[in-house]
């Protein structure tokens, strides 16, 4: 499973959001500093900020569908 997650500095406290959240759909990272997380009920954060950074990796899970895939 890919597990992206970004992480950023809104001036007061330190925020962290994944994809593996339960409330999180999906998280997209531009080059434009731009990065949007959004959300299962439909709304948007969009979040520009020079202190963000930004993960995404690889995470085994309990599954096999990437070896029956070939991946």
Do not use: A
């Not at 434009?32 to 020079?50: A, E, M, R």
């Amino acid at each position: 499973m890919m597990k992206e997650s970004i992480r950023y500095f809104n001036g007061e406290r330190l925020i962290e959001y994944s994809n593996t959240q339960e409330d999180v759909d999906f998280i997209s990272f531009g080059e434009d500093k731009i990065t949007k997380v959004n959300f299962k009920d439909g709304t948007c954060l969009k979040i520009v900020s020079p202190y963000i950074e930004y993960r995404s990796k690889w995470e085994q899970d309990d599954s096999d569908e990437r070896d029956r895939f070939g991946w």
